[in-house]
């Protein structure tokens, strides 16, 4: 993944309210779940549609960032 859309997902996630789960990044939480299932979306083209519809396979660090964003 090039460093400007590493950038990109790290601004979204933390702009987007997710809370650390655990002692987890925030902004590192679904990296390698975003790398694995949804790199082909561009920031602002539904990478947290994306994660959700991939929600079952999805690690449990992501899972929790996604579950505290949807709290706020």
Known sequence: MSKLSFATIVIAVAFSGAAPAQSSDPRG???TDYDKFCAGIAP???IVACLNGKRDQ???T???ALDSR???
């Open 58 to 60: 999805l690690s449990a």
């Open 44 to 46: 602002g083209g539904g």
């Open 70 to 72: 949807k709290k706020k």
């Open 29 to 31: 939480a679904c990296k």
């Open 62 to 64: 992501c899972k929790a």
